[in-house]
């Protein structure tokens, strides 16, 4: 095994779940590595305290005549469960083949320690960078980052810098360089429809009472025509369209819906008429049902009507859409058809808006000749679906895009057991590093 592999495997078995308040001393052992390890590269780190888990910034010495590259990443990772689906200790890290199975070994571990090791291996190589670096590693991004945009406020001219470059996304497939130049946004909400004050009997007064569990399947069912296409007025009044070089772009790449339905086992696709599904996925916007409930649950019949019934729905959004807008609408059209016989309750919950940066920019191409110098191949431009509210914090604090290159494959299982990281691609991503920071330097 490589020292830089042995490295690694090191970081990996610190299990630094952030939402987990039983690991809150691991997830310190694991920044304070973090501190060690940028100490012994020649740059100079910092741990700063947050309300709620430290912060890690490292960064080189600066000269004022090179541009600044901010690098994101998170060394928090998710919990493990269940831990009887994995193969092999999830915190004990383990080769097969190509393959190194442990929790974070892509999300995010081994996407921003690839960077780590790519500037390590310059200053070795050269005893200095093309471009001043500032690292940023976070170890609270699994719990939705809710201390690094006040950080970002608070450090805005410490952190200040030309392009941040990240690397939590993924790639189409093995092999294939892939830009992110853009992320949907995200809304929530959940409602609650209330009938009855107790649950009745259903024989008794079914018919004549109104049903909430009923009615919040009608009022789901109004979310679409039958063509997929969203019904709540005014929608999509703010979406900026495809354009063609996007469309004829992802027109090129692997079959999207045979893709889709491999990743996900369904036995075919639904949505959006007259979209691929790669189009559906990445750049149009959703409107989906995350829980629904009500009435009894348990083994057998039980007859009742319910008092009250819910619904969670979250809205995946695109440019130009407003996520305070879209929940506002969206409230507006549940409570127009939700009927008199009940009463209803919409509770907002979290958004953040579509992030799009133009992958055609100096900065976009330099990432593209990078991405190509690492893989031997022409990068594909993508969106992807998800959302990572902090990159658009970087554009709105710190005022600068997001160069999101992922090494993320589709099998990684990331969230899931036995979530693994290819060797080949920890590999490739030093290398992207030492060619990145070499393009943006010129």
């Not at 490589?2 to 920044?31: G, K, M, N, W, Y």
């Not at 005014?234 to 027109?251: H, N, Q, S």
């Not at 959006?272 to 559906?280: C, K, P, R, S």
């Not at 750049?283 to 039980?302: C, D, F, H, L, M």
């Amino acid at each position: 095994m490589s020292p830089q592999l042995a490295e690694f495997f090191e970081f990996l078995r610190f299990p630094s779940i952030s939402t987990d308040s039983s690991h809150r001393d691991d997830v310190r052992a694991c920044a304070d590595y973090l501190v060690q390890k940028f100490n012994s590269m020649g740059l100079k780190p910092e741990l700063h305290e947050t309300p709620g888990h430290p912060v890690v910034v490292a960064r080189s010495e600066p000269r004022p005549d090179r541009p600044t590259v901010l690098i994101y990443g998170h060394y928090d990772v998710q919990p493990v469960d269940p831990v009887s689906e994995w193969d092999t200790p999830p915190f004990e890290p383990t080769l097969k083949g190509d393959k190194i199975f442990a929790r974070g070994a892509t999300d995010n571990k081994g996407q921003h320690f690839a960077h780590m090791l790519g500037v390590e291996e310059t200053i070795k190589e050269h005893g200095d960078l093309p471009v001043n670096v500032i690292f940023l590693i976070e170890g609270e991004e699994e719990i939705g980052s809710p201390n690094l945009a006040p950080f970002l406020e608070k450090n805005r001219e410490s952190l200040a810098c030309d392009i941040c470059a990240v690397s939590d996304t993924g790639m189409i497939g093995p092999g294939i360089p892939t830009l992110t130049y853009g992320l949907r946004g995200v809304a929530c909400l959940e409602f609650t429809v209330h009938g009855p004050s107790l649950d009745l009997h259903s024989g008794v007064y079914g018919g004549a009472v109104p049903n909430p569990a009923t009615m919040v399947a009608r009022m789901v069912a109004s979310l679409h025509d039958e063509n997929g296409v969203i019904q709540i007025p005014g929608f999509y009044d703010k979406v900026i369209p495809l354009e063609k070089w996007e469309r004829d772009m992802w027109a090129s790449l692997p079959d999207g819906q045979a893709a889709t339905i491999a990743e996900t086992g369904v036995p075919g696709l639904w949505g959006e008429a007259g979209y691929t599904a790669l189009e559906q996925r990445w750049g149009r916007p959703t409107a989906e049902v995350n829980g629904i409930g009500g009435g009894y649950q348990g083994e057998g019949s039980k007859t009742v009507i319910a008092r009250e019934a819910m619904a969670k729905l979250s809205f995946r959004l695109v440019p130009d859409q407003n996520p305070k807008e879209i929940l506002e609408l969206a409230k507006a059209h549940l409570e127009k058809v939700c009927p008199d016989s009940c009463r209803i309750e919409v509770e907002l919950g979290h958004s953040g808006p579509a992030y799009v940066m133009d992958p055609h920019s100096t900065y976009g191409k330099a990432a593209q000749r990078a991405l190509q110098k690492a893989f031997s191949d022409e990068p594909r431009l993508i969106r992807e679906g998800g959302s990572i509210p902090i990159i658009q914090a970087i554009k709105d604090i710190l005022g600068v895009d997001s160069l999101l290159l992922g090494l993320a494959l589709p099998d990684c299982q990331i969230h899931a057991p036995n979530e693994n990281f290819t060797v080949t691609n920890f590999e490739a991503g030093i290398q992207l590093n030492r060619a990145l920071l070499e393009e943006l330097g010129n």
